[in-house]
Structures are given as structure tokens and as C-alpha cells.
């Protein structure tokens, strides 16, 4: 297999698997899920996965520090999951099976 592997720097990998360029491909859920012409056929076991983190923040001068404060809050409450892990991220109150 190693012979036949390759990186995809410029493109999301999605759109080679769609064009038939390449059989099998390895990306962010997120990022796969907006590629039509390939089949999701799963996630990576939690072993073997590699977990990309975001964050946010607010610099001290923000112009408006309390909405962008209640924009994060929300983004990181309950309420808020669904809508996150429906674009294949995970939000922080999710639990994975």
C-alpha cells in the first residue's frame, strides 16, 4: 500500500476520490461532507484518529467584547451542538460512541 499512497496538498482529498483519481481518501469529516460523488463510510477508530482542537478568543480592545463573548458561550453550550456536529465537527458537549 505504501507504493500506491500519496499526500494531496492542494485540493481536499474528497474531490480526487471524485473524479476517480483515487479510491480511498482520509480527511476531515467536516470537509468530506460537502463533496458530492463519494460515499462517507465512516470515521477513524478513536486509536488511530487524530483530533484537531478550535478555540476562540477575544483580544482585550474588542469594539464588542459582550456579543463576542455570548457568540463563544453559545458556540460552546448544549444548545448548540446539534447544529455543530450536523457539519461532521464534534462540539465539546458531544460524547462519540
Known amino acids: ?3 500506491k499512497a500519496r499526500m ?7 474531490q480526487v476520490v ?4 483515487a479510491e480511498l481518501g482520509f480527511q476531515q469529516v467536516s470537509e468530506l461532507k460537502a463533496i458530492s460523488g463519494i ?3 465512516g470515521i477513524l477508530p478513536v486509536e ?4 484537531t482542537l478550535f ?8 469594539k464588542a467584547a459582550q456579543a463576542g463573548q455570548q457568540l463563544i458561550d453559545f458556540l460552546a453550550s448544549p444548545e448548540a451542538a446539534a447544529a455543530i456536529n450536523g457539519t461532521g465537527l ?3 458537549h458531544s460524547t462519540r460512541n
Not at 494531496?8 to 474528497?14: F, K, Q, R
Not at 478555540?55 to 474588542?62: E, I, P, Y
Open 48 to 51: 488511530v484518529e487524530e483530533v
Open 90 to 92: 464534534e462540539a465539546a
Open 55 to 62: 478555540s476562540a478568543g477575544l483580544v482585550t480592545a474588542a
Open 18 to 21: 471524485a473524479r476517480g483519481e
Open 8 to 14: 494531496i496538498p492542494a485540493e481536499p482529498v474528497g
Open 1 to 3: 500500500m505504501k507504493d
Open 39 to 41: 460515499d462517507l463510510v
